[in-house]
């Protein structure tokens, strides 16, 4: 079985670092890239970037550059996605998912950032 | 970029009914169209990918139509456990690029 394990909710202050890491199982890591996607309250998911954990190769969505990080660790079977210099705009739960058909099938259960001071 | 837009908004039906849910993008994205059911505290489910094609699991009242930039899930009889926000969302290969429209609210008349 398939599954993307996330780590839990967390609360920051504007200005701070958030990394959350998403432990797969059920398939091999390296076979399937790894995505990330915020989704804000009320809104639909956004798409951010993604990891082939293979190579370690990432690809970021342009309004995230340069706040974003998302890594692979293949002796464990983690990926993990940092975003800094947080807003109030980055209160959201971040998802993890793969991809083993065209889209994503499977999906971690979410981990609610809360960005406050 | 290409935008999603869904519609209604939010749509009111009873157990029983037949729900027409439409996804408009902004340029043709070809087949490359999928649909997610979300339930509140839960991550997206994927019922249909590449417009027409049920994920495994996914209820026979579950089927997706269209192509190019107007797409429609159709749920044939409505279940209670239907009532859920949809989204659409579409796919670009390379550069790789996702987009989701805003969502259509199925809730209970």
């Known amino acids: 079985e398939v599954q993307l394990i996330q780590s839990g909710a967390d609360v920051k202050k504007p200005g701070a670092t958030v990394k959350i890491s998403c432990k797969v199982s059920?398939?091999?890591?390296?076979?399937?890239?790894i995505h990330w996607l915020k989704q804000a309250p009320g809104k639909g998911p956004e798409w951010m970037g993604l990891v082939d954990p293979e190579d370690g190769e990432t690809v970021y969505v342009e309004k995230f550059q340069g706040r974003l990080s998302i890594t692979a660790d293949t002796s464990s079977d983690t990926t993990y996605m940092e975003l800094s210099s947080l807003r109030s705009e980055d209160t959201a739960v971040y998802f993890c998912?793969?991809?083993?058909?065209?889209?994503?099938?499977?999906w971690g259960q979410g981990t609610l950032v809360t960005v406050s001071s | 970029e290409i935008v999603l837009t869904q519609s209604p908004p939010t749509l009111s039906l009873s157990p029983g009914e037949r729900a027409t849910l439409s996804c408009r993008a902004s340029?043709?994205?070809?087949?490359?169209l999928a649909w997610y059911q979300q339930k509140p505290g839960q991550a997206p489910r994927l019922l249909i990918y590449d417009t027409s094609n049920r994920a495994p699991g996914v209820p026979a009242r579950f089927s997706g139509s269209g192509s190019g930039t107007d797409f429609t899930l159709t749920i044939s009889s409505l279940e209670p456990e239907d009532f859920a926000v949809y989204y659409c969302?579409?796919?670009?290969?390379?550069?790789?690029?996702?987009?989701f429209g805003q969502g259509t609210k199925l809730e209970i008349k």
């Open positions: 059920g398939y091999t890591f390296i076979d399937y890239n």
């Open positions: 998912a793969t991809a083993t058909s065209p889209v994503f099938d499977y």
């Open positions: 969302q579409q796919r670009t290969n390379w550069p790789p690029s996702y987009t």
């Open positions: 340029q043709s994205v070809s087949s490359f």
